[in-house]
C-alpha cells in the first residue's frame, strides 16, 4: 500500500512537466512502480492520460519462475511505453523538444509578432480616437488621425494627444477620412531622378548666386573707382596719394631741408605731430632715421623749432618703448635737460618737460640716467623760478608719479612672489627717495601748497603723503607747513559742508579735507 501511495505521488508531479525529459522520467517511474506492486499504469496518449491496470498474483511462486513470470508483463509494458510516446510527439509538435533550429524558430517568432502588431496597427481594427484642442491621455489600442500633435508626458508617463494649433493644417486634413493614414506612393520618383533634381537645384544655385555677384559687382563698379584710375585722376590735379610712412618721410625731409623757411619747417613739425601720435607711425619714424633728425632739432637756434622738436618728441615717446630706448640712445635726455636748464620761453618749456616726463614715465633706465645727469637739480631751479608755477605743479605731479611706479613695481612683484624679476631690479637701481631728501625737495614740496588752485593743492597733498616717510622730521620742524595745514583744514570744512547741503556725499573737497587730516595726524 505504502508502495502504491509512492508510486502515484511521483506521477503525478512528473506529468505536471513537460518536455523529453519528463517522459523518460515517467517511464522509469512506471517501471520501477509496475515491478513493485501490482500497480495501474499511467501513460500519455492522444487523448490524454490512460490508465492500465495490470494484475499481478500473488507473489507465491519460486524464485526462478517469479522472474520469468513477471518478465512477460515487462515487455509488454515498455512496447505500450514506446508506441505513446511515439503517438505524443507526433501529435505535439512543439520546439521544446522537437530538433528544429532555435534561430528559425525565433525568427518565426518575430515574424509571428510583428504581423500580429501591424493587424493592431490596422486603422480598420483600431479603435479611432478624435483629440481635441485641450491634452487627453492616449490609451492603448487607439489610433489618432493624421497630423495630430502627440507627447510623451514625463511626470505621469502616459502619452497624450490633441489638435495641431496651425490652421493651415487643419484645412488640409480636413478632406482626409478620420482615423485614415496617409498614402504615400514611394514609387513615384525613383532614385535617379531625385538626383538629377539635385543636381539641377545646384546648377541653378550657382547660376543665381552668380548672378548676385555680378549685379553687386556691378553695383560696387557703379558707386566707387578703382584705386588706380583716382590716382590717375589726382595726378592730373596734382594731388598725389600717400601712406603715413610716405607723408613723414616727406615732413621730415622738409624739417631737414636747408632749403625750407622758418614756417615750412614749423608746419612739418605741427603735421608731424599728428602722425606719431600712433605708436606704429612713431616707430616707423626710426627706420627711415626720422626720430634723430627730431631729437637734433633740440640744437636749433630757433626757440619756435626747439619747442615744436620737444612736442613732436613728446607725443612719440609716450606709452613706446621701443622708440624711448631709441631716444636714450640718441641723447634726447641730454638735450632736454639742456633746454629746461637755460633760459627759454613758458610755452617751449612746457613742450620740453611734456617731452620729459614723456621719456621718463614707465622706464626705470632713463629715471637712473636722469638722477645721474643731475635732473633733480634742474627740475629744482626750473621750480623756484619766478613765472613758472604752472611748471611746478607739474614738476611735481611727474615725482609723485615716479614714486608711484616704483612702489607699485614693488608690490606687483610681492604678489606674484617673484623675488628678483628684471623690471624689479632696474626700478630698485633707482635712488630717487634720498635724491629728493638732499636736493632740498621736502621743504619745496611743502612751500608749494600755498598754491591758490585746488587742482595744485591735490597735487602736493599726493606728493607730500608720498615723501612722508622720508622727510617726516623736516614736515615736523617747519612751522609754516603746519599753519598752511591748519588754514587749509578750516577751508575745505566749510567747503565738505556745503557739498553735503547740496547732496554730495563725499565729493571733492570731502577728499581734499581727509588728506589735510591724515597729514595732521601723522604729523602730530
Not at 136 to 154: D, E, K, M, T, Y
Not at 246 to 257: E, G, P
Not at 397 to 410: N, S
Amino acid at each position: 500500500m505504502a508502495n502504491t501511495t509512492l508510486c502515484n505521488l511521483i506521477t503525478t508531479r512528473i506529468m505536471k512537466k513537460e518536455g523529453t525529459r519528463a517522459i523518460i522520467a515517467h517511464a522509469r517511474v512506471l517501471v520501477y512502480c509496475t515491478v513493485l506492486t501490482k500497480a495501474y499504469l499511467p501513460i500519455w496518449g492522444n487523448g490524454g492520460l490512460l490508465q492500465v491496470d495490470l494484475p499481478l498474483g500473488p507473489l507465491t511462486m519460486p524464485h526462478q519462475g517469479l522472474l520469468l513470470f513477471r518478465m512477460a508483463p515487462l515487455g509488454m509494458l515498455l512496447g505500450m511505453l514506446m508506441t505513446s510516446c511515439f503517438t505524443f510527439c507526433l501529435s505535439h509538435k512543439n520546439s521544446e523538444f522537437a530538433l528544429t533550429n532555435p534561430e528559425e524558430s525565433s525568427t518565426k517568432e518575430t515574424e509571428r509578432k510583428e504581423t500580429t502588431e501591424e493587424e493592431e496597427l490596422d486603422p480598420k481594427v483600431l479603435e479611432v480616437f478624435h483629440p481635441t484642442h485641450e491634452w487627453q491621455a492616449l490609451r492603448p489600442g487607439h489610433a489618432v488621425p493624421a497630423g495630430s500633435h502627440v507627447r510623451l508626458n514625463l511626470q505621469t508617463g502616459a502619452r497624450e494627444v490633441k489638435l495641431q494649433d496651425e490652421d493651415k493644417l487643419r484645412n488640409n486634413l480636413k478632406g482626409l477620412k478620420k482615423g485614415k493614414r496617409l498614402d504615400i506612393n514611394t514609387n513615384t520618383y525613383t532614385s535617379q531622378d531625385l538626383k538629377s533634381a539635385l543636381a539641377k537645384f545646384k546648377e541653378g544655385a550657382d547660376m543665381e548666386s552668380s548672378k548676385e555677384d555680378k549685379a553687386r559687382q556691378a553695383k560696387v563698379k557703379r558707386l566707387f573707382r578703382p584705386i588706380e584710375e583716382l590716382k590717375k585722376d589726382f595726378e592730373e590735379l596734382n594731388v598725389v596719394i600717400e601712406t603715413d610712412m610716405q607723408i613723414m618721410v616727406r615732413l621730415i625731409n622738409k624739417f631737414n631741408s636747408s632749403n625750407s623757411s622758418l614756417e615750412e619747417k614749423i608746419a612739418a613739425l605741427f603735421d608731424l605731430e599728428y602722425y606719431v601720435h600712433q605708436m606704429d607711425n612713431a616707430q616707423d619714424l626710426l627706420s627711415f632715421g626720422g626720430l634723430q633728425v627730431v631729437i637734433n632739432g633740440l640744437n636749433s637756434t630757433e626757440p619756435l623749432l626747439k619747442e615744436y622738436a620737444a612736442f613732436v618728441l613728446g607725443a612719440a615717446f609716450s606709452s613706446n618703448p621701443k622708440v624711448q630706448v631709441e631716444a636714450i640712445e640718441g641723447g634726447a635726455l641730454q638735450k632736454l635737460l639742456v633746454v629746461l636748464a637755460t633760459e627759454q620761453s613758458l610755452t617751449a618749456k612746457k613742450k620740453v618737460l611734456f617731452a620729459l616726463c614723456s621719456l621718463l614715465r614707465h622706464f626705470p633706465y632713463a629715471q637712473q640716467q636722469f638722477l645721474k645727469l643731475g635732473g633733480l637739480q634742474v627740475l629744482r631751479s626750473l621750480v623756484q623760478e619766478k613765472g613758472m608755477e604752472v611748471l611746478a605743479v607739474r614738476v611735481v605731479t611727474l615725482l609723485y608719479d615716479l614714486l608711484t611706479e616704483k612702489m607699485f613695481a614693488e608690490e606687483e612683484a610681492e604678489l606674484m612672489r617673484e623675488t628678483s624679476p628684471e623690471k624689479l631690479q632696474q626700478y630698485r637701481q633707482v635712488h630717487l627717495l634720498p635724491g629728493l631728501q638732499e636736493q632740498g625737495w621736502c621743504e619745496i614740496t611743502a612751500h608749494l601748497l600755498a598754491l591758490p588752485e585746488h587742482d595744485a593743492r591735490e597735487k602736493v597733498l599726493q606728493t607730500l603723503g608720498a615723501l612722508l616717510a622720508t622727510c617726516r622730521d623736516r614736515y615736523r620742524q617747519d612751522p609754516q607747513l603746519n599753519r598752511t595745514l591748519v588754514t587749509l583744514q578750516a577751508e575745505y570744512q566749510a567747503l565738505a559742508a556745503l557739498e553735503l547741503q547740496d547732496g554730495e556725499d563725499e565729493g571733492y573737497f570731502w577728499e581734499l579735507l581727509g588728506s589735510i587730516n591724515s597729514l595732521l595726524k601723522e604729523l602730530r
